[in-house]
Each structure stands twice: as C-alpha cells, then as structure tokens.
C-alpha cells in the first residue's frame, strides 16, 4: 500500500518545512509515501469558483483506485489509536493507494465530496493550514509506531 498526502498551497514558513521533511523521512522507513503541493496561487474568483477550480486540480490527481481521504473539519474523529487501527484496516484490504487531502481555505467542492471515501476531522478546532500539515504527518507516523510496538506513543 501506499500513502499520498495532497496540500493545496504551498507551505511558506521555512520552520514548518524543516518539519515536514522530517515526518516524510520518519513515515517513509514504515511505507511508501508520497507528499505534493497543488498550486492554488492563481485562483481567483467567488468562493464557488475557487472551490470549482480547486477541485478539478485535486480530481486530476487522482487515479480511478485511489481511496479518497477528505481532511476536513466535518469528518470522523479519531483517538491516535484508532487512527493507526484505521490505518492497518486499509493495509489489510485490497486498498493500494491512500489519498489524503487537505483542502483549500474553502473546503471541498461538491464533486470532490462525491469522490471521496470518507473524510476526517483532526479536531473540533481550527487550525491554520500550516499546522495542519504537521498534524496530520505526525498523526500518520504516530499510527506506524503504534502499529509497530514502539515506544514513541506512550498511551
């Protein structure tokens, strides 16, 4: 199996980037993992639109098989452990490649919310999309620990 994380934007704060590659670096010895950026920077226009367009670009990036993950403020909550039981769930179906998305400063279009297979909420909170990033990478190598019986989650 393996696992795609898809951001729209790019990150700008050099600190957050140093982060990042370190997460990918520390879930790219459990799985095959793939971090990307759709750039958004060009899209203007109403808040449809820019959720119109933004959504065609995620849409091409995916392949007919791909499962489909909604990061989004509305989907289900997890504990890290059931995070990594979730995970292991899709390591044990016939799932080959996990996409996770973060969306936009306006969320998902309709097409996308049709697309997908499920969506998750890291919290009740909101935070900035920089944040986010780092949530969710330490969430996925978080799993991979707890998955693995190491002592980096201390439940």
């Not at 998902?108 to 919310?113: H, T």
């Amino acid at each position: 199996m393996k696992i795609k994380v898809i951001l729209l934007g790019k990150t700008t704060d050099e600190s957050i980037r140093r982060i990042e590659a370190d997460y990918e670096k520390r879930i790219k010895r459990y799985i095959s993992f793939e971090y990307g950026h759709i750039d958004n920077a060009g899209i203007k226009g109403t808040e449809a639109v820019i959720k119109q367009k933004e959504g065609e670009l995620i849409l091409k990036k995916l392949a007919p098989a791909d499962h489909l993950i909604l990061m989004d403020e509305k989907g289900k909550t997890y504990t890290s452990v059931k995070f990594a039981d979730e995970v292991a769930r899709w390591m044990n179906t016939s799932i080959k490649t996990v996409v996770l998305v973060i969306g936009g400063a306006y969320g998902f279009s309709e097409e996308v919310r049709q697309r997908a297979n499920s969506s998750i909420s890291l919290s009740a909170m909101t935070f900035s999309h920089q944040i986010v990033r780092v949530i969710l990478l330490e969430q996925i190598y978080r799993a991979f620990t707890i998955l693995n019986n190491e002592p980096y989650h201390h439940a």
